[in-house]
């Protein structure tokens, strides 16, 4: 995990040099958004998946860089007062409060930008059907039919009660479209056939809810200085998540059941995925 | 051009279908502000410029209906209260003042992905390399080197005095971009080669410049009702703009100039070109 944050932190430094004119704030919102903190579960994910399959290891941080762009851009604007008006994020105070909203919205749009200039990028993968089929995976993972989508639910979550169906479609759309599309980008870096994906998409799938569950969880119980940000917020905006449908006890266990299920999907590989299981099993135990 | 804004019309009810749950307000929100008004000059150009190289209308119509969403994007997220902060836009509300603040930003972002998964999509074109290019030629027009860094440029425009060479920058990145990508996928879905680009180049380049100064000549001279739009905001920011470092009679004459300049790009083609010089002609008349 440090040595892909650290690699992710390297991509987005060359990649956001600083500019001498009236886009500097532009660029120090960016990178104080993304550099520095963050668990970089996409990134890893990718390299994970990629590293099954012999990709090279520039090339999966590259496609990681950008997914992570995505999860960046996402986090910056859904800090924003018209959103759920965050002001601390990574331990840091949030975009909009460090270089003001309109740099924040701006900013958000262009990490959005880049993700697709550097997916679409030569330097990625020499072959152009792989950047065309991870240009048009990342837009869906990301935009109304995953992602930003299930934001917009999670919106009217305040309003609408959701049922447990509800719940887990809104989660898979707005948390495991994105941790899917991060597993997915491996298996199109390594030129495996969609056919040849089941396994792959069953460990993610599995584990984009297992993930959610842990968040809920640690929104309710964990220590808001080792998560970097505010939490109690779905208690105090009263919506209905996996918790309050479960209960803490049970959100437990399925949280445990989902990661066990996640690891079973990878049983046709050996120990190349022993880093895919790792990461499950720190998904339950993490306390951020 | 009115056969293109029902194409792009079409293309966009066609793209975003309400759907039957909590997404549903999102959707309304992006085909309030995508569909209906506009001068489709964008896709206009696509289509124009992919005329002369024998590349079939669908094809076109789709490219400019994607770069037309990341055109509607920008204005949702211009309009904001955090950036210019209009309530008008087409003869309507702006999406904000229709669907809120929270809505439009996501409505925004949707677009905004959308634009990329539509272009990365096969039926745009069967070779994955020209759906590459046109991704990565979209990304780099419409990111920080390219739009949304020359809208950051403008709001630091009412503060830091621009000179002619800083607005004509400016503008370049701006709505210069993207017209010159309109342009340039054109030529991409032709499969001309970048050496074979120039003469389009040089058209879109100027065409840009002048289309920016009778903007800013209607924003000062031009009538509300047919504007669809607040106008008068350059005077009221006291931002400079070409207007302001020309006066009228020098921008008049130059955004004269400029188009003129720009049709003798065009020279090396015969009335295969008629449209787009056609344009041209439109840019400097137009009084909307």
């Known amino acids: 995990m440090a040595a892909i944050a650290a690699a992710v932190d390297r991509h987005f430094d060359a990649l ?6 009236a886009r500097a704030d532009l660029y120090r919102c960016m990178r104080h958004a ?12 990718v390299a994970a998946a990629a590293d099954l399959h012999g990709v090279d290891r520039e090339a999966s941080e590259r496609v990681g860089t950008a997914i992570e762009a995505i999860h960046v851009y996402s986090l910056i604007h859904d800090d924003l007062p018209a959103m759920d008006d965050d002001d601390l994020r990574r331990g840091k105070p949030t975009a909009h409060k460090a270089y003001g909203e309109a ?24 072959d152009p059907f792989v950047r065309a089929e991870l240009v048009a995976a990342l837009a869906r993972a990301s935009g109304p039919a995953g992602m930003a989508g299930g934001q917009a639910m999670d919106l009217a979550a305040a309003a609408t009660p959701f049922d447990l169906t509800g719940i887990t479609r809104l989660q898979q759309m707005k948390t495991g479209a994105l941790i899917a599309v991060s597993v997915e980008a491996g298996a199109i870096l390594g030129h495996v056939p969609p056919e040849g994906r089941t396994g792959l998409r069953g460990y993610a799938h599995d584990l984009g809810l297992a993930f959610q569950i842990a968040d809920d969880l640690l929104d309710a119980e964990g220590d808001e200085d080792a998560a970097g940000k505010r939490l109690r917020k779905d208690a105090d905006a009263r919506k209905a998540t996996f918790l309050s449908l479960l209960g803490p006890e049970r959100a437990r266990a399925q949280c445990r059941m989902l990661t066990e299920q996640a690891v079973e999907h990878l049983h046709a590989y050996g120990e190349e995925a022993d880093l895919l299981r790792a990461i499950a099993a720190y998904v339950v135990e993490r306390d951020r």
Chains 1, 2 share one sequence.
Not at 103 to 126: K, N, Q, R, S, Y
């Open 103 to 126: 740099t924040a919205i701006l900013a958000g749009d262009c990490l959005h930008a880049l993700a697709f200039e550097w997916l679409a990028d030569a330097d990625v993968h020499p």
């Open 16 to 21: 956001l040099p600083v500019p001498d004119d």
């Open 34 to 45: 993304a550099i520095g903190g963050g668990k970089r579960l996409r990134p890893l994910l």
